[in-house]
């Protein structure tokens, strides 16, 4: 309870310190009523130093290399959706990924890379085969996307499979 309450707090803080040079009444004002964390806070935000970067560490360059390779396969398997006109099919995706460290790191995203493609399934392989009638992109010398063509044959039950003629 204590952590979250100082992180609404610096939310707060840092959220007016940001807003005063444009709505300088209206920061003042809220700022006047949040608590002070010691006795020698200033009383106004008028005196408060603006924010720099270097206060929050809140970068995180793991964060966006992985956020940037995840964005390049969907990048990769957008455009191959769009080469196959399977812009109205939701068609699986098999990404073959040259080492087990990608393999996990792509498994980690695959939510988020099947909403981003609409796709149907993104599976994450390592040493399985593809499955046959895949249309192939490389992504990046870690990952290559598999993008499945092949249509599952219709059952005899379903509306759109061919009927014989009765005589």
Do not use: H
């Not at 964005?71 to 068609?91: E, F, G, P």
């Not at 087990?100 to 790191?105: G, K, W």
Request: net charge negative; with cysteine; charged share 20%.
């Amino acid at each position: 309870m204590a952590v979250s309450r100082e992180t609404l707090y610096t939310c707060l803080d840092v959220g007016l310190r940001l807003l005063s040079p444009i709505m300088p009444f209206v920061s003042e004002e809220l700022f006047q009523r949040l608590p002070r964390r010691s006795a020698q806070a200033p009383l106004s935000i008028c005196v408060t130093p603006y924010p720099e970067a270097t206060e929050f560490c809140w970068r995180s360059e793991e964060a966006d290399g992985q956020m940037e390779f995840v964005m390049t396969i969907v990048r990769t398997i957008r455009s191959l959706r769009a080469d196959y006109n399977l812009t109205k099919t939701k068609a699986d995706c098999y990404l073959q990924c040259l080492d087990q460290n990608t393999a996990t790191m792509v498994q980690l995203y695959c939510p988020q890379i099947q909403t981003l493609s609409s796709s149907g399934a993104v599976v994450a392989l390592t040493t399985q085969p593809v499955p046959e009638g895949c249309a192939v992109a490389i992504a990046s010398d870690k990952c290559t996307v598999n993008l499945v063509l092949k249509v599952p044959p219709a059952s005899p039950s379903s509306p759109r499979a061919y009927q014989t003629p009765e005589a």
